[in-house]
């Protein structure tokens, strides 16, 4: 019973995000979407090694700036299709991944924390100082949307059509983390975050799915910064310093750590409740970060498991009442 009532919840809300944009008409607010659906991919990316494993990163935007830079120079460079580009993205950041990440999980709790804190300003001075490649504080301009579907009229350089298309991702991604923390890997992952010494204790190399997250993570995040990077049309490294990986981490948090819906919920908290305290002007950041604090005082597992504890209470009176 509980099982179908997650399936319709779910349908519900891929049939409200498909019927979207012929309820919307305002471009900003379509954008806000299309920005809170590209953060849902980085947030699942986030969740698999910080929610299943229990390994706090925060190089997430630093991994994602990799994934935007990388198509772009493919696309713009290059003169690479952009669904290629969009496509080699995501695989070159996990290399990069899997570069940094099996040095990196060696350690564990706060030194993992401060060496991936690290890493992403390595990555943010690249971005900054590398302007040969990078174009540096400058950025890169005129970047291409995706080339028409063979066979279709579809053209991505309309609004509607590039938010199907990270609905699509979005989709996909969220229903690849569900099969990973469904399957024997992501038990195991869950294992790990619980007892590490354990499940090493046991027989299990831990340090391989660890890697394995920290990886998937990065595969996530790269798909994130390429959709991102062709929305945009331009990029530079003010979008993937330190900031936003700490958005990455809220996000998770916030929505609720180790869940599926966790990171979509805290996703979109991100994007629009910030946009919502505009009329704070310049006490924004201030009642922002206080609202952050409350939720977290005060919902320490996320609002999914809020939403989730208020609809047991509300079946459990029913079935009293019945």
Same mark, same amino acid.
């Given at each position: 019973?509980?099982?179908?009532?997650? /399936?319709?919840?779910?349908?519900?809300?891929?049939?409200?995000? +498909?019927?979207?944009?012929?309820?919307?008409?305002?471009?900003?607010?379509?954008?806000?979407?299309?920005?809170?659906?590209?953060?849902?991919? @980085?947030?699942?990316?986030?969740?698999?090694?910080?929610?299943?494993?229990?390994?706090?990163?925060? /190089?997430?935007?630093? !991994?994602?700036?990799?994934?935007?830079?990388?198509?772009?120079?493919?696309? +713009?460079?290059?003169?690479? *299709?952009?669904?290629?580009?969009?496509?080699?993205?995501?695989?070159? /950041?996990?290399?990069?991944?899997?570069?940094?990440?099996?040095?990196?999980?060696?350690?564990?709790?706060?030194?993992?924390?401060?060496?991936?804190?690290?890493?992403?300003?390595?990555?943010?001075?690249?971005?900054?100082?590398?302007? #040969?490649?990078?174009?540096? $504080?400058?950025?890169?301009?005129?970047?291409?949307?995706? $080339?028409?579907?063979?066979?279709?009229?579809?053209?991505?350089?309309?609004?509607?059509?590039?938010?199907?298309?990270?609905?699509?991702?979005?989709?996909?991604?969220?229903? !690849?983390? #569900?099969?990973? &923390?469904?399957?024997?890997?992501?038990?195991?992952?869950?294992?790990?975050?619980?007892? $590490?010494?354990?499940?090493?204790?046991?027989?299990?190399?831990?340090?391989?799915?660890? !890697?394995?997250?920290?990886?998937?993570?990065?595969?996530?995040?790269?798909?994130?910064?390429? &959709?991102?990077?062709?929305?945009?049309?331009?990029?530079? *490294? $003010?979008?993937?310093?330190?900031?936003?990986?700490?958005?990455?981490? &809220?996000? +998770?948090?916030?929505?609720?750590?180790?869940?599926?819906?966790? *990171? @979509?919920?805290?996703?979109?908290?991100?994007?629009?409740?910030?946009?919502?305290?505009?009329? #704070?002007?310049?006490?924004?950041?201030? +009642?922002?970060?206080?609202?952050?604090?409350?939720? /977290?005082?005060?919902?320490?597992?996320?609002?999914?498991?809020?939403?989730?504890?208020?609809?047991?209470?509300?079946?459990?009176?029913?079935?009293?009442?019945?």
């Amino acid at each position: 019973m509980k099982k179908l009532g997650q /399936t319709i919840a779910v349908v519900a809300l891929v049939a409200v995000l +498909v019927a979207l944009p012929s309820v919307i008409t305002v471009k900003y607010y379509m954008q806000l979407f299309i920005l809170a659906l590209i953060w849902v991919i @980085v947030a699942h990316g986030q969740n698999i090694i910080q929610g299943f494993t229990g390994y706090v990163s925060i /190089t997430q935007a630093g !991994l994602m700036g990799i994934g935007a830079y990388c198509s772009t120079l493919f696309s +713009v460079d290059l003169g690479c *299709p952009v669904w290629i580009s969009l496509i080699c993205a995501p695989f070159i /950041t996990s290399f990069f991944s899997l570069l940094v990440g099996y040095p990196s999980l060696r350690v564990k709790g706060h030194y993992f924390a401060i060496i991936t804190l690290a890493y992403n300003m390595v990555i943010f001075i690249v971005l900054t100082n590398f302007s #040969a490649l990078t174009k540096g $504080e400058a950025g890169i301009s005129n970047i291409p949307r995706p $080339e028409r579907l063979l066979g279709t009229s579809i053209n991505f350089d309309d609004r509607t059509a590039y938010y199907y298309l990270v609905l699509a991702c979005a989709v996909v991604m969220t229903a !690849l983390t #569900a099969l990973i &923390l469904n399957s024997r890997v992501g038990r195991i992952l869950l294992a790990i975050r619980e007892n $590490e010494t354990l499940t090493a204790a046991i027989g299990i190399a831990a340090w391989k799915f660890k !890697l394995f997250a920290f990886v998937m993570s990065g595969f996530y995040a790269g798909i994130a910064g390429a &959709l991102f990077a062709h929305y945009q049309g331009f990029i530079n *490294p $003010e979008s993937f310093g330190v900031a936003q990986s700490l958005d990455a981490i &809220l996000a +998770v948090i916030l929505g609720g750590s180790g869940t599926i819906f966790g *990171p @979509v919920i805290g996703a979109f908290a991100v994007i629009f409740l910030p946009e919502y305290l505009r009329f #704070a002007d310049s006490f924004r950041l201030i +009642v922002y970060g206080f609202l952050l604090v409350i939720a /977290t005082i005060f919902m320490p597992r996320g609002i999914v498991y809020v939403v989730a504890r208020v609809w047991q209470k509300i079946s459990n009176s029913r079935s009293k009442t019945a």
